[in-house]
Each structure stands twice: as C-alpha cells, then as structure tokens.
C-alpha cells in the first residue's frame, strides 16, 4: 500500500503587484501568522527552500526576510535545528474569553450610545472612486503625479544624522519650515509675513477648525458661501453660531450690506469651492472696504490657489489694506499626498498665538519629520518644479474635458469657461434627474459629483460637478461618452424638433456658401464659413482667437464635416432640420443635439 504524501497548503499569498516587494510582503505574512498564534511561540518555521517553493518565489528573498526577522528577534535560529518563532507577540493582551459579556455588551450599548450620540450624518460620503473606470471626481489623489523621486530625496536629507539632531527635539513648529513657507509659499500670494504669524497645521480641515473654534462664539453671525463647504456649516452650527447664506455667481461670493452686521465671513476667493468661481477684483475690493467700521473678521480659506493656471492671479485678500483682519488658510495637500497633512494659517502675531494654544488642546503639531521633509522640498526646489508640471498637467486635463463636452453635449449642459483648478461646474437640461443620471452612468463605470452636500438651502435643478484631480488625460473623453450616452438615455425622446428631415437637394441649396452662427458649451460665440468648393473654417471666441479649417461635404440625405483640430479631428455626418432660420443637427435617434442660426448665400458671387 503506498502512501500519498500530506500535501502541505501555502500559510499566506504574496501579491506581485503591491508596492512592496516580496521580501517585505513575506516578512509581514509571518509576523501575521505569529499574532494570530497560527504559528505559536517555540513553532518551527519551514525550511527557506520549502517556503520559497510554496509561495513560488527564490530561495534567497525567503532567506533574507528570515534574517531581517531574526535580526528584529521575531525568531531565533537555533544550531542544527532550525528557525523557531522567538517571541509570543499576544503576551500581555487579555484573551476576549476572559471579559465579560464579551461580544453581547457591545450589543446591548448599541441602543445606549444611538440616543446618547443623536442621528449624526451631516457629512456624506463620497463612493470609492477607485472602483470606477472614469473617476471624473476632485475627491481622490492620483498617485501618478506625486513627485515620488523628488519627495525622498528631501526625506532622504532629513533623516540625516544632523538634521535629526536639530528636529528631534522639537514640540511645535519647525522654523525651516516656516521660513521656506516664509519666502518661497506666501510671496506668490502677496503676502510677506514674520515667524509668528504663521502656525502650521494637520492639513487645511485642521486650520479650519481651529479657526471657527476661535471664532465662534454663542450667537456668533457667521456668514458662509452659497453653495459652500459643508465642513465650514457643520463647524459653525456645532459651536451655536448664526448661519448666513452669501450668494455665489460666476464671479465668486456676492457682497452685500447684510455683511457689516456679521461677526466671521469665510471665503474661498481664488476658486470658490464647489463652483470654481474666481472672486473679481472688484468684489475683492468690496469686501476690504467693509472691514472698517464693523466687527467682520474674513478667514479666507484659500482653497485650489496654486491651480490658477489660466488668468493672472489675483493677490491674497490678506494682502490688501486692512489684511490684518484677515486670517489665511492654505494647505500643501492638493499637490502633495493628502496623507502628509500639512497646512498653515497665516495671521497676526496675537491671533496665532491663541491658534496656538487651541492646537495644544487638541494633539500635537503636524510630525516634525514631516515637516523637515517638506522644509527640504521647498529648499531643494522641488515644490516649484512640481508647480509647473502640475499646472501643464491640470490644464492639458481641463480642456481635455472642456473639449470633450463641447463634441459629445454641446447643447445640452452649459459650463462657465474654465479658469484654472480642477473642476466644472456643470448644469444639466431642465428637468434634469440627477440621481437617476448618477445610477446610469455608475452602470457605465462613470463617477461624478452630486452637489447636494454644498447646499445649505434648495438645490437648484440639474447640478453636478465634474474633476479631473485623478482621472488620465486619455481616459478623460471615454468617460464623458460614457456620460453622455447615459444622458441621452435618461432624457430619450426629448428635444426632437419639429420639422421635415432635409434632402439631399435642399442640403445643397442652403448650406453652399453659408454662413453658421453658434455658441461654444461654455458660451463663446462661433462662427463657422462653408465655401462653395467645399472648405470650411471657423472662429470662436469674442475675439476670434480660436480657429481652425475644415472640409463640409454631403453624402445622400446627411452633412458632413471634418476639423482639421476641433471634435478630434474626426468626420461627422448628421441628418439636418431646419425651423425657420435655426438648423438642427439630429443624431441617429432624431433627437437634435445641436443647432445653429443660418445665413444662406454669404460665399456665393453675385
């Protein structure tokens, strides 16, 4: 009788695309294995050979995790006999057997600390934009731009042996870092402050925080953006403040008389969360103007700042007259990884040092090895450099989506043209079913952002917000296809025009020689010429500074045209309805998805 061997099953898998590598992966395993005692105390571990066959890797990356762990003294090698797990990791710990109640008290408080705590929820959770195939999100952080080279060389140089030395013993603010933010962060905003008027903070929500905590008081009148940050509302109502509802525009918050009588207003004026807007100079000047004389303290949260890649900027309202009634909150996360957290509030000397004390109360200052390393990036010039890359990055993406808008729902939402940051404000058809667009285009692996949580009051219909912080360039057309092949499913059947489809003949009649007039989604006008031999050309902007060439043909019943550059480059034909001096452009469902005003004749010789 022969015996089969015992077939020995692998303790643990190995994942060869995670970041670790396969040293540190098996290393982990095992230290896994010994804290759920599946490999106890004095347990001899199997041989490097017979472990590197079971997981499927070489010999020498078990052998050397071995070493690492006998180095660590997770496991003693003993002479002839092998390795043995030298320590019992759970000793110490209290077995859950020995508790009482054990599993059953946590149900039973279940109902105590419901009442106890109230309902909650006044901020929602995004879905995990990682599960989608076109994330067009602002909420995540695309690793693929994180300066990963750059940001350990600085981490690198502050773990040195001298700059651990002069950090070690630090418990607040690291004055490096303070003087790079000094003279390398501020200056582009127009502000040049001293050492103590700067306080570094866990990332911007902290300085936020720590802002309505000083600011707050009972009965305190605090006047917030609407649409705005919802964190900033629940901060506020949290510490028994009065809520205020500014209006928003395309211009950014609108100030009003109502202002003077505020105690604490909060602004994001270089692009107004969640709308994008840029707070004009004017209203800039407004708001300043209302500080004398009254009680208004302004904390401008200046959110998306270093994205201003398409106009000029516009300086920090904390570098006006009467900045000194400003307080100023900037964050370094929206460049860098959220995880590193570091933000900073700049204000007067005796504002921050009460900023101070309240950070004390709640925990420590952002970890100082965190704060040498990114004292370092800004020294070494790696912050300007990711600056300028991050700004080809986000515009080439902008008007990526911009343009991919323009192709595929040219009619149907309208945009403001964009002015630099990450985001699209965008405003859908009347009637337009958010939700039921959100669950279409989940289906089609598209994410995008509802913007209920931004308001305070009603949401106005047909809103949602489009960002491009973690999707590919390439990616970015696929998913608005995807979307607006969800939107014409949602409003199919809508918006088909009256009218006869046009012939062949009549298409050769009226569109020989004339001239369309049209408008861009984000509202810049269009002009577009088709000449009798067949080129076409056209101009957009109210100065005509966009334009390109083209070829109009027809082929049976359908007019075609193809840009040298716009929509792609790519040729289209389109079945055409004309209602009075207006063309339609019909898809093949007969919905008209575009339209334009039509002047006949304008090209042909008299």
Not at 35 to 48: C, D, I, N, Q, V
Request: a neutral charge; proline letters at 6%.
């Amino acid at each position: 009788m022969t015996h089969r061997p015992k077939k020995v099953l692998r303790p643990f898998s190995l994942d060869k695309s995670n970041g670790l590598c396969l040293q540190d992966q098996v290393r982990r395993g095992i230290i896994n294995l010994v804290l759920a005692r599946t490999w106890p105390f004095g347990y001899k571990l199997p041989s490097s050979r017979a472990l590197a066959e079971l997981l499927g890797v070489s010999r020498n990356t078990v052998s050397l995790a071995y070493q690492r762990l006998v180095a660590d003294g997770y496991l003693s090698a003993v002479p002839r006999s092998g390795l043995f797990v030298a320590m019992d990791l759970n000793a110490g710990l209290i077995s859950p057997g020995l508790v009482a109640g054990g599993e059953v008290v946590r149900r039973e408080t279940d109902s105590f600390w419901a009442d106890r705590l109230g309902r909650g929820g006044e901020l929602t959770r995004s879905p995990d934009w990682r599960r989608f195939a076109y994330p067009l999100v602002d909420s995540g952080f695309d690793s693929g731009l994180f300066p990963a080279e750059d940001w350990r060389e600085a981490t690198t140089l502050s773990l040195k042996r001298g700059q651990i030395i002069s950090w070690a013993g630090l418990s607040d603010d690291d004055p490096v870092l303070i003087d790079e933010i000094r003279n390398k962060v501020l200056p582009r905003r127009g502000i040049y402050a001293q050492p103590d008027e700067i306080l570094l903070t866990l990332g911007a929500q902290q300085a936020r925080a720590l802002c309505m905590d000083l600011l707050c008081r009972d009965g305190a009148r605090v006047a917030v953006e609407e649409p705005g940050q919802p964190e900033i509302r629940v901060l506020a109502k949290r510490l028994g403040a009065t809520l205020l509802p500014m209006q928003v525009d395309s211009e950014g918050l609108v100030p009003n008389e109502r202002l003077r009588s505020c105690d604490v207003l909060v602004v994001t004026p270089s692009h107004q969360l969640p709308t994008g807007a840029t707070l004009a100079a004017n209203r800039r000047t407004a708001l300043m103007e209302m500080l004398p004389g009254s009680s208004l303290v302004i904390v401008e949260d200046d959110f998306e700042s270093e994205t201003n890649y398409l106009d000029e900027p516009q300086p920090a309202l904390r570098s006006f007259e009467h900045g000194g009634r400003v307080i100023y909150i900037a964050s370094l996360n929206k460049l860098l990884d959220p995880n590193i957290c570091l933000g900073f509030i700049v204000a007067d000397a005796p504002v921050i040092a009460r900023l101070r004390e309240l950070r004390r109360l709640g925990g420590p200052p952002p970890p100082v090895n965190n704060q040498r390393a990114a004292a370092q990036f800004l020294a070494l010039g790696h912050y300007d450099r990711m600056m300028r890359r991050l700004a080809r990055e986000f515009h080439e993406r902008m008007l990526s989506l911009r343009d991919a808008l323009n192709h595929y729902m040219p009619r149907v939402v309208e945009i403001e043209p964009p002015r630099g940051g990450t985001t699209l404000w965008v405003r859908g058809p009347a009637g337009l079913d958010i939700e039921a667009l959100a669950e279409l285009a989940h289906e089609r692996g598209v994410l995008f952002e509802r913007v209920e949580p931004y308001y305070a009051g009603t949401v106005p219909a047909g809103l949602f917000r489009l960002g491009v912080s973690c999707i590919a360039k390439d990616r970015i057309r696929d998913g608005i296809s995807e979307l607006a092949s969800a939107l014409s499913e949602l409003i199919s059947g809508k918006r088909k025009p009256s009218g006869e489809l046009l012939t062949h003949d009549e298409l050769v009649r009226l569109m020989t020689g004339a001239q369309l007039g049209c408008r861009t989604i984000y509202g810049d006008p269009c002009t577009i010429e088709l000449y009798p031999d067949g080129r076409m050309s056209g101009a957009a902007g109210f100065r005509n500074e966009d334009c390109d060439t083209g070829r109009w043909w027809i082929e049976g019943d359908r007019w075609y045209r193809q840009w040298r550059n716009w929509a792609y480059g790519e040729a289209a034909g389109f079945q055409v309805v004309l209602r009075g001096d207006v063309i339609h452009w019909v898809n093949a469902q007969g919905r008209s998805f575009d339209w334009a005003t039509l002047s006949p004749n304008v090209h042909l010789a008299p």
